[in-house]
């Protein structure tokens, strides 16, 4: 009987020790839903959905495409857009486009001049997706456009240029506007003026009724829009800045970002000479210039899509060191979109 009862416990004994074996083979390939270590390797499988299921974090919220700048938010945007108006705003506008379109090898940012006037009736009749104006638009020409929204990119001063050959070294605010009315004929009447081996006759050199540059100048010099007939009207800054290099007794203005050495820009003087204020970014940027002004882009509503991007660059601080580099004045840093 002990014989067969230690035979019976043998072979319990190598049934429970094979069961136990079977059991630990089948949980080593189980695919059950029980863990097996408490630290598991994620597959690329469940480390995505763990990711797209774990809360956002509480940072700040992410940008929209109207808030953040195009250079680091907008790569890889795609489409068309055009853009005109002011020949004062196209320098900003183009040089922006061509460093956009080298971000976003996609997008293309068509960019043509013709003056503000152009601009404004462009986005007026909806054949534009910008238009780009030097001048605030008036009561009417919003009424046309009573979505439109008007974004300051840059601030500009208007300069007064003469020939280098000119003694003058500066003039009267009262002196431009006698000499644009017609007042003021030769440059033997202004104090300082003249130009060697002529006959001090002024020549007039400004810009056509397009022009924004030319609205701005006629309201600041209260010629009322009505300069002297012998007035030669060109429709650039750069023509009117090349007529000026070109011919000895003529004046001109221009937007400081067309200022050259083949010209020479005459500081202002007020109270007899008591105060100079010479036109450059400097004296634009803290406001003691007088002929200053905010450079815009025109759009119907808010802009959107690669509109809103291309105007948010142009906002950013990469946007903002072209306007620099055009020799233009940035915005202030508290109008820029953050980078």
């Not at 074996?21 to 763990?50: K, Q």
């Not at 300069?159 to 506007?177: E, F, G, K, L, R």
Request: glycine share 8%; hydrophobic share 40%.
């Amino acid at each position: 009987m002990k014989a067969k009862r230690s035979s019976y416990l043998f072979v319990t004994v190598s049934l429970l020790a094979l069961l136990t074996v079977v059991m630990l083979i089948a949980g080593c390939t189980s695919n059950g839903t029980t863990a097996t270590s408490s630290t598991p390797v994620p597959t690329a499988a469940s480390s995505a959905t763990s990711q797209a299921a774990a809360p956002a974090p509480a940072a700040a919220p992410a940008e929209t495409a109207t808030t953040a700048p195009a250079a680091s938010a907008a790569a890889g945007q795609t489409g068309t857009i055009t853009v005109s108006g002011s020949t004062t705003v196209q320098p900003i506008a183009q040089d922006a486009a061509d460093a956009f379109m080298k971000l976003n090898p996609g997008a293309d940012i068509q960019v043509s001049g013709g003056g503000s006037g152009v601009g404004i009736q462009a986005i007026t009749a909806g054949s534009v997706n910008i238009g780009m104006s030097s001048v605030d638009l008036t009561a009417a020409q919003k009424a046309k456009i009573p979505n439109c929204v008007v974004t300051a990119v840059a601030q500009d001063g208007i300069a007064i240029i003469v020939n280098p050959a000119n003694t003058i070294q500066y003039i009267a605010p009262s002196d431009i506007a006698s000499i644009y009315e017609g007042k003021i004929v030769t440059w033997d009447q202004i104090p300082g003026a003249g130009v060697p081996g002529t006959n001090n006759q002024i020549v007039l050199v400004g810009r056509d009724t397009s022009s924004g540059t030319r609205t701005y100048f006629d309201q600041i010099i209260g010629d009322n829009g009505n300069p002297a007939k012998t007035m030669e009207q060109l429709n650039s800054n750069g023509a009117v800045e090349q007529a000026v290099a070109s011919t000895p007794q003529a004046i001109g203005y221009v937007s400081i970002g067309f200022l050259s050495n083949t010209t020479k820009a005459v500081p202002l003087f007020y109270n007899n000479g008591a105060q100079i204020i010479t036109p450059s970014a400097a004296t634009v940027a803290n406001h003691t210039y007088p002929y200053s002004r905010n450079l815009y882009m025109i759009t119907q509503g808010q802009p959107t899509g690669l509109t809103a991007d291309y105007i948010n660059f142009i906002l950013s601080p990469a946007g903002q060191q072209i306007v620099a580099n055009d020799g233009y004045v940035p915005l202030p840093a508290s109008s820029q979109t953050s980078s």
